[in-house]
């Protein structure tokens, strides 16, 4: 099922606001086994609005939208849905009800306004937002078939968790293709391409990259589970020296599940401060000491400890990234496949992101 994504508000078109929610929906639709063809943005417009739907109507077989659910003039989303359905547009007391105590309950006064967000097309299937006040509604009409959330990204994230997401698994599928994803560090998104279209050349799948970097990301579409199985082992043949995962995973990810009991230090002489943000954001900065002095003293490992380091060497050309134990005491030189200065910002994501891939590899061989 082809799948366009529409943002309504003046607030997006204007471009004073990032439509985040398509790139988050997309995502999640693709994975239900959903075909994300379209993303559209409409300002605040009864008659673009309609257009817009009209036009998507003859592109996809399912329009969701975002936006336009709130309780001020400009949210008159849900009316333009139903005059496009066709179907009446009426109120819906039990969401009313429920809208009310939500708003005593959060000690907010309750205002003729509030009432906007409880009309629906008739016989529209209703989604309670765990997050906001909006709630969503799926409405379709013969060829016509939309589901309306509301706009902020914590208010969908939410309701997709809770009621959205299952209700779209029971949508049919026809012809459903397998996605498989594998995440590489290391190499230039037009290597990876040139590497892997070599592969599939003939083949007639489709394929697709993703680079965020220092990370890139092979799509590959399969027609069903075996023929994935058969491709498998080719793809992480040709991609084994660069390959982090086949679900999504990051290099600190890898790390992480195989750190060791103990003491943990970092000595960290060249990211400077990279490597302790993703640390942070990965909610790893209280389990370690971070050591960012210049020259590295082996002399700070002592028993028990666990020291993983990342610096530049001497030449000042090349870095390393290696872990110290008891038992353990290697180190990988990291090639940078860009030519760009070491003292680049892309450097340092690109070294800390190898650093993490290395210290698992390192990790890993020591418990082989």
Known sequence: MKVAVAAIGTEITAGEVVNSNAAWLSTELELLGFEVTH?????????????????????????????????????????????WVGYEF?????VWSDLQRLLAGRGLAIREAHKTQCWFPEGAEIFKNPVGSACGFYSENKNKKILVLPGPPREVQGMWKTSVGERLKKFPKADK?????????????????????????GSGLMLGYRASIPYVQLKVWFDSREQLKKWQVKVEEVLKQWLVSEDGKDAITNWTEKLPLGELQIYDSFSEGYLASRLWESGLSESFSLITTAGLDRGLLAEGKTLFFLEKNATGVEVEAGVLTDSLQEAEKIVFPYKISLDSKRAQKYFTEMAFQTWARLLGRKGD
């Open 90 to 94: 009426i109120f819906n007391d039990q």
């Open 39 to 83: 993303h559209l943005a409409v300002p605040d417009d009864r008659a673009l609005m309609l257009d817009a739907f009209d036009y998507l109507k003859n592109k996809v077989q399912l329009i969701v939208t975002t936006g336009g659910l709130g309780p001020t003039t400009d949210d008159f989303t849900a009316e333009v849905v139903s005059q």
């Open 177 to 201: 293709k397998v996605l498989k994803k594998w995440t590489c560090l290391g190499l230039p998104e037009s290597e990876l391409a040139e590497i892997t279209e070599a592969l599939f050349k």
